[in-house]
């Protein structure tokens, strides 16, 4: 009982986070599951990050959008129904296509182009022509139950 309570709010909770984001920092973010340990960039320009509709962010992953300095402060975008992998550093500037994963421990410094696989520091892309729903690759060949 009191599990099946601990588990309905924590999702209600998870689920709070990207409008939290949305209303009081103003990023441009869609309909996402953001871990609430992941780090956004809130300090210097929050309104410079977005995320896509269907992306999950998860535990320890940074999204930045400046520089060390606060001198250099650009967009970082990242497509729809993208992963972003555990304890994963987006750089500013960075472009993710649709439909990515990047994969934990990950450095992305250069775009990526969308329905690719990258993993590394700095990220390279391993898997191209994936097709990502629900945080899960499927294969192009299966239809797939939505």
């Known amino acids: 009982m009191i599990t099946n309570l601990r588990e309905y709010l924590w999702r209600k909770l998870v689920r709070f986070y ?38 999950r962010v998860l535990n320890g992953s940074m999204i930045l959008s400046h520089d060390a300095c606060r001198s250099l402060k650009t967009d970082t975008y990242i497509g729809k129904n993208c992963v972003i992998g555990v304890r994963s550093i987006i750089l500013p500037g960075v472009t993710i296509g649709d439909s990515c ?7 992305v410094t250069k775009d990526v182009p969308a ?13 191209t022509g ?10 192009p060949g299966r239809k797939c139950n939505e």
């Open 18 to 55: 990207p409008w939290y984001l949305r209303k009081v920092y103003k990023m441009d973010i869609g309909h996402v599951l953001i871990s609430w340990k992941a780090h956004l960039d809130k300090s210097i320009n929050p309104r410079g990050i977005h995320i896509g509709d269907g992306t």
């Open 101 to 107: 994963i990047v994969g934990a421990g990950t450095v």
């Open 115 to 127: 329905n690719s696989v990258v993993v590394g520091n700095p990220a390279r892309i391993v898997k």
């Open 130 to 139: 994936v097709i990502v729903v629900k945080g899960k690759i499927v294969d």
